[in-house]
């Protein structure tokens, strides 16, 4: 996969793209990511990249020029290498909340540009111009469009086919299944009074797999029951959690509906008591 990032700040990238589970899949060449600054396409003295806004107001509005003429470059360079026209992806607080559905389209992509703003944001004819999607990674405000670029390049990386060192990892994760993370642990088995819970220690991988399961459900239900009531959840998930007064407020209890066919829920009722 390849990705374009326009930016008026790209040492911002150096070290991010250079650590970790990412530097390595630029090194194998499993994702390649190129940095252009935008100020390169800026003219006058100072290669001004904004510009105060028309109506008044505080903050600098990039300006359409140098942005128009920078996109249009980068794009023919990484249509040029792609053999197909990458989209481009504008992060702003005003875009469409990234999460799992949108990070596995994204994936499912051969590249696209990141354009990340500064300052107020950018004239809004360039949005009208030259925008695909724009992406927010949350409803608070960044001092620039350049962390949420590496965010949203780090969740869909690590997706691509081959990028994770274990390919089991990634659909264990958080999200993947509709529920959050059960807890991990590794040795010592015990650290400060703190045991590691003897059914993980069992072998019984049945047992394991239901106490697993039921800590998602916990946590989940405990931490972020919105995501509890869109998740694939089995007749016995739905049971279990009613039995511990887990089903998020007053919502109905829909027992009989049809579990995601995908989803490798343990069924068993007579699992470990947790
Ligand atoms: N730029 C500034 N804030 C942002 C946010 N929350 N998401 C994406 N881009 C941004």
Not at 148 to 159: C, D, I, P
Not at 187 to 207: D, F, K, M, Q
Not at 236 to 249: E, S, T, V, Y
């Amino acid at each position: 996969m390849r990705f374009d990032v326009l930016t008026i700040f790209p040492e911002f990238y150096e070290s991010p793209l250079r650590a970790s589970i990412l530097g390595r899949a630029l090194d194998a060449g499993q994702v390649s990511c190129h940095v252009h600054n935008i100020r390169d396409w800026a003219t006058g003295k100072h290669q001004c990249t904004d510009d105060t806004p028309y109506g008044g107001g505080g903050g600098m509005v990039m300006l359409a020029e140098p942005l128009l003429k920078s996109i249009r470059a980068v794009r023919a360079e990484a249509e040029h290498a792609l053999g197909q026209r990458p989209p481009l992806v504008y992060l702003s607080p005003q875009g469409r909340p990234l999460d799992r559905d949108l990070v596995a389209e994204l994936a499912a992509l051969p590249g696209m540009l990141l354009l990340c703003a500064a300052y107020e944001g950018i004239d809004e004819r360039v949005v009208e111009l030259e925008i695909d999607r724009e992406v927010s990674i949350g409803d608070y405000v960044l001092t620039s469009g350049d962390p949420a670029a590496l965010v949203l390049l780090n969740a869909v990386a690590r997706r691509i086919e081959g990028v994770l060192g274990n390919p089991g990892s990634a659909p264990a994760d958080s999200f993947e299944d509709g529920l959050l993370d059960f807890p991990h642990y590794t040795r010592p088995e015990t650290i400060e009074g703190l045991s590691v819970p003897p059914v993980l220690l069992s072998g019984h991988h049945a047992n394991v797999a239901v106490w697993r399961r039921r800590q998602q459900l916990e946590r989940t239900a405990k931490r972020r029951p919105d995501l509890l009531l869109r998740a694939p959840l089995t007749d016995a998930d739905r049971r279990w959690l009613k039995q511990h007064n887990l089903w998020p407020g007053n919502a109905d209890l829909p027992i009989g509906k049809k579990p995601n066919p995908g989803s490798s829920v343990p069924e068993s009722e007579d699992a470990p008591p947790c």
